[in-house]
Structure formats: structure tokens, C-alpha cells
């Protein structure tokens, strides 16, 4: 375990760089990884200064399809898609299903979408395998598709705008065991990855268990579930009567924020800590109040920003990167005030943009 959390919080350094590049005026360069072989999280990886096409050639229509817009992680991707859309002069229809249990719904949405004659299609897939079917038949019209934030399996894919959630999971893991090696005082964590059966849950839960392996954490519950507050809140509420002693909650950035008002509540505070695995202002909000301890950031921003640039090259045959994400890193309580949130956080206000013309 001790080579694990060396290595994921070896990567610190990245992160420095990429708080330095995104307090520029232009979000390029950008720290990235690339995979190569792409589509294989095992695969080596290379870093580079990710650098945008300066314009389109034409006004190309691009679809992105997202699993919902329930909770301000994927208002910072759609502010991502939607800025970088108008930064370089194409077009954008947005959609979005209505939540991870509405798989139906995606695929629907985005057969209407490419129906109404869409170039390229940006897909943050409700389901790890289950778009697979779709993904090929719009391949088979040689449309591009680009899989950004949640990952599918489909070997047909254009290109993949996104990083591997099982580090995001693996680097809170790390920073909890940090707290409590083997041999210190036991504590009890109950861990909230999200949805079943989205790929980034899968991933985020092998990452966040492999890294506390060995340590002093009990894993006392598992919990998945919709990234709704209300479901996540039930969720929390059930452990808690459940596990009247528990150290610690760990999961997604809803799950955080939510249990916030609820150990409050019930006077547990002091007691109960609170970890995300990924980022939101609500957690951003919750670390500077000092009510969340950590959580690592895939800046989901860039993430946006580099699958319709991405779009874009394949549609004008332009030289692109099959397999990218931004370098990680973990913002705490200690280094928040250096973090520069333009790479993960749409700025205060922003509101939903489903049309760029």
C-alpha cells in the first residue's frame, strides 16, 4: 500500500503546474496525460502542454450529451463545452438525459440529435457498456463520436476526453490511509461511489478500495446510488443510524455536500469528517469552510474544452490526441488558497447553456 499512495500523491507536482497554467488569461496550455495505447487505463502515459486549434474553419454542429444537469460537476463541463464551442466559432446542441438511471433516454436523445444532422458527438455516457450500440452506428455514418468525463468501452471510439476515476477514488483512498497507516488507531468509513454500474463508479470504487487496503480503515458500508442531494442525503442518514460511531464519509462531491447539513443537524460534526472523491463549489465551499477535509480534481472543465476541440481536429483532419485527460491533483484545506478553480468550476452564476449558434 505504501508504493500506491507514493505514487498517487507523487503526482502533486503535476498539479502544481496545472494551478500555475490555469491562472492565465487563456486556459492554454493545460498539463495533460495522454495514453498510449489509447483506451486502456493501464497503458503508459506521456505528459504534454495541451494547446487548442486557434479557430474552426466552419461553423461545424456538434452534439454533447450529458447523463444530467442535477448537481454544478456538470455545469462545469457544460460551461467547458459550451465556452470552448464559441471560442472556436462552431456550434453546440446540448442534451441531457435526466439522470443514471435513464439510459433509454441518452441513447434517444442522442439518435435525434445526429438525426438532425450533428458532425460530431460528445457522449458523457450514463453507462459504461451500455451505449456501445449506438456508438457504432453513428461511427458507421463516419460521424466522430468523443467519449468525455465518464468513460465507455466501446472500441469504436474517436477519441476519449478523460481521466481515470479509479486515481480520483485511488487519491482520496491515499490521503484518508495517509491519516491512518497500519498499525494507528482503527477508524470507520462508510464510502459512497455513486450510481452502480457507471463506469466511473466501478473505477472510482476499485481506486478508492485498493488505496485504503492495508491501512487502519474499517470500510464498514458501501452505498451506491443517484447522484441526486435527495438520494445521497437518504443514503448518509441510513449509515448513520446505522454506524452511530463512524469517523468518516467518502464519496462524490453530492454525497459531501450533503452530509454537511445532516451531521450539523445531528451534532455529529466534530466527529464525523468529510471526504469527496471528486470536485464542486459545494466542496470547494465546504474545504474553505473547513467542513470538508480534501478531494481531488479532475478539472472537468478542461475536460469539456478539450473533447469539442478534439471534435473539431477530427472533423477538419487535423493532428489530435486519442486518449487525454488533465494532470490530478488533491486540493485540502491546506493548499485551497493557491487553487485557482478555473479548470474545474464554472464561474459564480453561470447558467446552463444547451444552444451555441
Not at 53 to 66: G, H, M, Q, T
Not at 189 to 200: I, T
Not at 276 to 288: E, K, L, N
Not at 314 to 323: A, Q, S, T, V
Amino acid at each position: 500500500m505504501n508504493k500506491l499512495i507514493l505514487a498517487l500523491l507523487g503526482s502533486a507536482a503535476l498539479g502544481a503546474v496545472a494551478v500555475a497554467q490555469a491562472q492565465a488569461e487563456d486556459w492554454y496550455p493545460y498539463p495533460v496525460e495522454v495514453w498510449d495505447p489509447p483506451f486502456n487505463m493501464e497503458s503508459p502515459r506521456k505528459t504534454m502542454d495541451y494547446k487548442p486549434l486557434d479557430k474552426a474553419s466552419k461553423p461545424w454542429e456538434i452534439c454533447v450529451s450529458f447523463p444530467h444537469m442535477k448537481d454544478a460537476y456538470w455545469l462545469g463541463v457544460n460551461y467547458g463545452v459550451s465556452e470552448e464551442a464559441k471560442r472556436l466559432g462552431v456550434k453546440m446542441q446540448l442534451v441531457e438525459a435526466g439522470g443514471y438511471t435513464e439510459l433509454n433516454n441518452q441513447i434517444s436523445q442522442i439518435e435525434d440529435c445526429v438525426a438532425a444532422g450533428a458532425n460530431a458527438v460528445v457522449i458523457g455516457a450514463i453507462s459504461f457498456d451500455g451505449l456501445n450500440n449506438i456508438v457504432k452506428e453513428i461511427r458507421s455514418k463516419d460521424i466522430p463520436v468523443i467519449d468525455v468525463i465518464n468513460g465507455m468501452s466501446s472500441p469504436e471510439l474517436s477519441a476519449k476526453s478523460l481521466v481515470s476515476f479509479g486515481e480520483m477514488g485511488g487519491k482520496a483512498g491515499a490521503h484518508l490511509a495517509e491519516q491512518h497507516p497500519s498499525g494507528s488507531d482503527a477508524v470507520k468509513v462508510a464510502w459512497f461511489p455513486g450510481p452502480a454500474g457507471a463506469g466511473w463508479v466501478e473505477a472510482g470504487n476499485t481506486g478508492f478500495t485498493g488505496a485504503i487496503d492495508g491501512s487502519a480503515i474499517n470500510l464498514v458500508e458501501t452505498k451506491y446510488g443517484d447522484t441526486g442531494k435527495e438520494a445521497q442525503a437518504k443514503l448518509v442518514e441510513d449509515t448513520l443510524e446505522a454506524h452511530p460511531d463512524l469517523d468518516y464519509v467518502v464519496g462524490t462531491a453530492v454525497t459531501a455536500e450533503a452530509a454537511i447539513p445532516i451531521l450539523r443537524s445531528r451534532g455529529l460534526t466534530d466527529q464525523v469528517k468529510v471526504l469527496s472523491y471528486y470536485y464542486t463549489p459545494g466542496v470547494d465551499q465546504g474545504i474553505r469552510r473547513g467542513q470538508i477535509l480534501a478531494a481531488p480534481t479532475d478539472s472537468p472543465v478542461v475536460q469539456g474544452r478539450v473533447a469539442i476541440d478534439t471534435a473539431v481536429r477530427i472533423l477538419e483532419g487535423k493532428e489530435y490526441e486519442k486518449h487525454v485527460g488533465p494532470a490530478l491533483f488533491v486540493v485540502t484545506q491546506d493548499n485551497h488558497g493557491t487553487f485557482d478553480s478555473s479548470s474545474t468550476l464554472a464561474p459564480a452564476g453561470f447558467k446552463p447553456v444547451f444552444r451555441v449558434e
